[in-house]
């Protein structure tokens, strides 16, 4: 692989990494609710789900998401429906919300697991993985190593923009200065996070 073709890919990374999805709202829910410390965790676990993904492409799995429709079908459900039970919830708890206290609610490790499911059942980033790893593969390369490269730079990108999303989201938090504001910025991303999952439930086999 050669470096012109790696910077093709870095910046093909880049613009899908940037595009708002499931894992920005979830980085940005839990910088805001949960400060720096939480959004680590979070991103940590958005890395793993995305990591599984990665390893899941190099073994042939991603193919067999991007060719059955049942594999594709049954996580795309699983996904959608896990992601609208986030948004119920965080609309739900809109009205009951502090800054001072939510950081005791929920531990770092289990905004680490809600991350990994939240990257693991997003079938749309596997399939979309399987299908772009070939195009930057050279076949007369060895080519173990450059997933490796590829998969390591998709990585790294993703936690740059993620921590780009949790800083943006410290400062929309700096803003907030009472229980209304807090509702009504809760409600905002509890509904993202149903439109996110309404987006995934309608997507289809390609």
């Known amino acids: 692989m050669t470096f012109e073709w790696w910077f093709a890919y870095l910046l093909t990374s880049i613009i899908l990494s940037l595009s708002p999805g499931s894992g920005a709202i979830n980085t940005m829910t839990t910088s805001i609710g949960y400060g720096y410390r939480g959004a680590v965790a979070s991103i940590a676990g958005l890395q793993t789900g995305l990591g599984i993904h990665i390893v899941l492409v190099g073994v ?67 399939v979309f993985l399987a299908a772009l790893f070939p195009q930057f593969i050279v076949p007369h390369q060895p080519q173990v190593m450059q997933y490796v490269v590829l998969g390591v730079t998709t990585i790294i990108v993703d936690i740059i923009v993620m921590i780009g999303y949790a800083t943006l989201a410290q400062r929309i938090a700096g803003w907030i200065k009472g229980p209304h504001q807090m509702k009504a910025l809760n ?20």
């Open 60 to 126: 042939g799995l991603g193919t067999l998401f991007s060719r059955s429709v049942l594999a594709f079908e049954v996580l795309k459900w699983a996904g959608a429906a896990y992601l609208i039970w986030l948004g119920i919830q965080q609309w739900r708890a809109a009205g009951a919300i502090d800054l001072n206290t939510l950081a005791k609610t929920q531990s770092r490790g289990r905004l680490f697991k809600r991350a990994v499911f939240v990257n693991l059942t997003n079938p749309k980033s596997i």
């Open 187 to 206: 409600k905002v991303f509890g509904s993202l996070f149903v439109l996110v999952g309404a987006l995934l439930a309608s997507a289809r086999h390609a």
